[in-house]
């Protein structure tokens, strides 16, 4: 089997509330914006991936695709070790391309793609719902929806003004006490002092984790950090690949690891981690980009069948108007079933590809 084509559609879709409009302190968004791959074989089998794309500059559809068919046709679209030994290209690409082939994989075996994983041990995927930068009585309200709806756990964004983190995190207690396990996330927007104020001041509230407050590097400040609170240290933007995955092991610098898809260069390198973490004793659980049905796929595939990813998994899924695949996944009391048919088990739909397509 030979790849005869591929092409990337930059796709954007509408937000609805309550994730919409999603405040983070870098930046707001009501939509998603997202690279769909599609690549076709001469054994008729066509795969799709995905991979994020939100906020990029410069950002071509059409230069992604000259530069996936350069590298990629004529290849065989099974032999992933080929590929990602051979791949020169940006990760984020890389990545997309990665689910495609995996997904061509599962087609030509007939089975999905945890099976070639080597099994499905969670036969539903539980979510962590996400939430953008609240006010106190907003971040009450959403948390107290989120409960209605069946999840267990929260994660905000946060970091734009230490004070409004804090009156966002007694928001959502005071509605809803412990009902939900709660995760927040200021992405690197703090020193490593000020990240220290900010965890002990968050130890009465008893968060699951506080992700990256700091800068990804250097990790002794990481590993320092952890010392000074008893509120968990989960670290997201210093995991890039499996190596950084055992510099952080080695430093002791969180107890939580998150990767992506689309920063680890594909499904595989996240299989790696969670097995790495697995061992170590650190649990793991899948980051997200915003993502559409391709990449929440390979979220459930990796999740349903990798034991490191032991806790809620991170999903915006619920807060897309709409999906550029034919069926979308459903969720239900805040889990979604890991697909069972071949491959990813979702196909890309080209009339709403061509609805949302982004001209670039």
């Given at each position: ?18 994730i919409a409009p999603y405040r983070s302190h870098i930046r707001s968004s009501s939509t998603t914006q997202s690279a769909i791959v599609r690549i076709d074989t001469d054994a008729g089998l066509t795969g799709w991936g995905e991979h994020n794309v ?213 499904i595989l390198p996240c299989v790696i981690i969670g097995r790495i973490c697995e061992a170590a004793g650190v649990p793991c659980i899948m980051h997200c980009g915003h993502d559409l049905g391709p990449k929440t796929a390979a979220m459930l595939h ?49 009339e709403r590809i061509k609805r949302y397509l982004v001209d670039c």
């Amino acid at each position: 089997m030979r790849v005869t084509d591929v092409t990337v559609y930059v796709v954007e879709v509408p937000q609805i509330a309550p994730i919409a409009p999603y405040r983070s302190h870098i930046r707001s968004s009501s939509t998603t914006q997202s690279a769909i791959v599609r690549i076709d074989t001469d054994a008729g089998l066509t795969g799709w991936g995905e991979h994020n794309v939100n906020f990029l500059p410069n950002l071509s559809g059409r230069r992604m695709t000259a530069d996936a068919r350069a590298f990629l046709v004529g290849r065989d679209p099974l032999n992933l070790n080929a590929f990602h030994r051979d791949c020169p290209l940006e990760t984020r690409l890389k990545s997309g391309l990665e689910l495609a082939l995996l997904d061509i994989c599962g087609k030509a075996a007939n089975q999905p793609v945890a099976q070639l994983l080597g099994g499905i041990i969670r036969p539903r995927v539980e979510l962590a719902a996400c939430m953008g930068i609240q006010s106190y009585e907003r971040a009450g309200e959403i948390a107290s929806l989120y409960v209605e709806q069946g999840f267990t756990t929260l994660k905000t964004k946060a970091g734009s003004d230490m004070q409004e983190d804090l009156d966002m995190v007694r928001g959502i207690h005071d509605a809803v006490g412990n009902k939900l396990k709660l995760r927040i996330d200021p992405n690197r927007a703090y020193t490593t002092q000020q990240g220290a104020e900010l965890a002990k001041r968050l130890e009465p509230y008893e968060l699951e984790y506080l992700e990256q407050p700091i800068p990804a590097e250097p990790l002794a400040e990481a590993r320092w950090l952890r010392e000074q609170s008893r509120t968990p240290l989960a670290l997201n933007e210093s995991v890039t690949d499996p190596a950084s995955v055992l510099a952080i092991l080695q430093a002791q610098a969180a107890a939580f690891i998150l990767p992506d898809t689309h920063i680890a260069g594909g499904i595989l390198p996240c299989v790696i981690i969670g097995r790495i973490c697995e061992a170590a004793g650190v649990p793991c659980i899948m980051h997200c980009g915003h993502d559409l049905g391709p990449k929440t796929a390979a979220m459930l595939h990796v999740a349903g069948a990798i034991a490191g990813y032991s806790l809620a998994n991170d999903s915006t899924y619920y807060g897309l108007e709409d999906d550029i695949i034919t069926e979308r996944l459903k969720i239900e009391r805040g889990t979604i079933a890991v697909p069972t048919r071949p491959g990813l088990g979702v196909e890309g739909d080209p009339e709403r590809i061509k609805r949302y397509l982004v001209d670039c």
